[in-house]
């Protein structure tokens, strides 16, 4: 499993072992000031990178920021 | 010497109360007059002050397979004698004894309006289902710790049936039980803060006045080695749900979670999703719902074979000052439901 969460420090605190930074929490896969093709590319992105953390092997609590 | 003695209905398995061993664990609740097995050593230490003027048994197996009516039984045992307190065990490390000593006190304090004590070793699977309803005292993991655990339920049995009021955990020696109490403090918080800090600082041992809750870690899981193939499923605890809300998911303090397909739907819109949160601004979600569960990009990379393929189904909650106890029994049922349907890896997404 891999968290996408806007909080990290929470997402720590309650043991996820992958975490994926999102944006805000009102919009954690979406940015409502981006024009709409813009923020599709962001969350498609975010979705990726969220798959990237799934196929990556990890032994302690990993935050993919990059 | 009281004129009139406090009146104590005490609770045993079958093995404490002598009846047998495994092979009378299924004996249904009966009641004793007067005191029996480690109830004695009770009597002795409860003096002239206080009565155990009877003995509810029941068998291990036939109360941890029957909890409810189990208790409910003993409940209707224990009443005519009414008792001034309850008493049950002392458990130790047993499970099922310490489960049947736990919903006894629970239903019968609850029930008759008396205060209940058992006794429970502080790893006894019990204590976490019953220290909030009654008085746990900690024992020793085994019956080898009767001999300090009598004198310290008698203490307590003693307090309870002569009315005093109990002082804070760590004084009177029991399990916290979650209650916060106000009270006044010479010292100003910034003060005791800054002394708990220095005493940290030294290495010394504090008393912090807020205990965290503490989180089960878990291994991660395996890496997914081959994506292109992998069934990938969306979970979010951010309340995105079809419009209306069909199954009422409430907006704090969920008290379930729901599936709903998404099978053949390529994009979220505001005409057939909504949030239903209660802790957020609404407003963006609601404008478009793939911003709290992406299945537009899901979908588009599902499209490209970047995935095997999405699964069908979205499980859903509100995260918003959900207990903790509720989400991970919300989150082992969701597990279970995704294994089951052979699902290689898990998008959730929070806001």
Known sequence: MVHVASIVPISLTVGANRIVPAVAIPHPLGNPELPEDEERELRLRLVRRALRALETEVEKQTVFAE | MAEKKYRVVHYLNQFFAQIGGEDKANVPPLIQEGAVGPGRALQQMLGEEGEIVATVVCGDSYFAENIEAAAEKVVELTSPYRPDVFVAGPAFNAGRYGVACGASCAAVSEKLGIPAVTGLYQENPALDLYRKRVYIVPTADSARGMKEA?????????????????????????????????????????????????LKLRGEPFQTEYPMPTFERVPPSPAIKDMVSATIALVTSGGIVPLGNPDRIEAASASKFAAYSFAGVDDLTPDAYQTCHGGYDPVYANQDPDRVLPLDAARSLEKDGAIGKLYDLYYVTVGNATSIANAQKFGQAIAEKLKAANVDGVILTST
């Open chain 2, 150 to 198: 009598i004198p310290k339920m008698a203490t307590f049995v003693h307090k309870l049936g002569l009315g005093q009021e109990l002082g804070l955990p760590q004084e009177e020696g029991y399990f916290p039980r979650g209650f916060r109490i106000n009270q006044f403090a010479e010292r100003s918080g910034a003060e005791r803060a800054v002394d708990m800090l220095l």
